[in-house]
């Protein structure tokens, strides 16, 4: 399973990020993504997920109405646009991949393969 992140960078606040998780064939096919995200001093949280079969789509109440993860199948990629950016959104975010059940989804035992984080820092 092979993962890799990008796209993190500085923004001020309002503004708009997208992040890109490239995932191999294998991976983009059979797989969830799902973004995670831990800022210093904290643990890591859910942010968003797109399930491999139904593509259905799942955020942390946090970012809903402000996030969007979507697959890109041509690219075998999946992306997380980040709009209304605040400086609580200030992180390190990872991609990670993983098979596990509906429950599992939003916490980060539910998966195991992970990308090595990119930085979005959102200044006010």
């Known amino acids: 399973v092979q993962l890799q992140a990008s796209g993190g960078g500085l923004v001020q606040a309002g503004g708009s990020l997208r992040l890109t998780c490239t995932a191999s064939?294998?991976?983009?096919?059979?797989?969830?993504i799902a973004w995670f995200r831990q800022a210093p001093g904290r643990e890591r949280e859910f942010v968003a997920a797109?399930?491999?079969?139904?593509?259905?789509?799942y955020y942390a109440d946090s970012v809903k109405d402000r996030f969007t993860i979507s697959r890109r199948s041509a690219e075998k990629t999946v992306n997380l646009q980040m709009n209304s950016l605040k400086p609580e959104d200030s992180a390190v975010y990872y991609c990670a991949a993983g098979r596990a059940i509906l429950s599992f989804l939003r916490v980060p035992d539910g998966y195991n393969a992970w990308g090595r984080g990119t930085l979005v820092t959102v200044s006010s």
């Open positions: 797109v399930k491999w079969d139904s593509n259905r789509a």
């Open positions: 064939e294998r991976t983009y096919n059979n797989y969830n």
